[in-house]
């Protein structure tokens, strides 16, 4: 099967053509450099994402504190990342990139604050 990709790799935003077997890369062509096959292959084998969301406070100046994974995760398992942010309250003054969670869904990535927060 033959798809068509826009490489985010770098501003020239080169055409990937890549043929694979279903979620197995076979070829890639169209791109400038290694990082382009190297990004084709990670968004067919293995897609990942950094998580951007925010969660609830109580107390805290704001009722809600933006939050983004510190690495990016499967993107298969994001539903289930939402639906674990959802539970989360944040009660205690944060300072940013402070862990709100740490080992987030026991993927090795920390959820952490995307800015401070204080008491009301
Ligand atoms: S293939 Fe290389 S040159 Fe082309 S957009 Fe990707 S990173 Fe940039």
Sequence with gaps: MKRIMTCIECP???????????ARVISVSGNKCK?????????????????T???????LELKMLPVRSSKPIPKDKLFAAM??????????PVHAGAVVAADFLGLGVD??????????
């Design 35 to 51: 990082r382009g096959a190297a990004y084709a292959r990670q968004e067919i084998e293995a897609p990942m994402r950094t998580l």
């Design 83 to 92: 639906a674990a942010v959802k539970l989360i309250v944040v009660t205690s």
């Design 111 to 120: 959820l952490l604050a995307c800015r401070g927060l204080d008491k009301i």
């Design 53 to 59: 969301t925010a969660v609830l406070t109580r107390g």
């Design 12 to 22: 020239q935003g080169c055409r990937l053509e890549i043929e694979a077997d279903g």
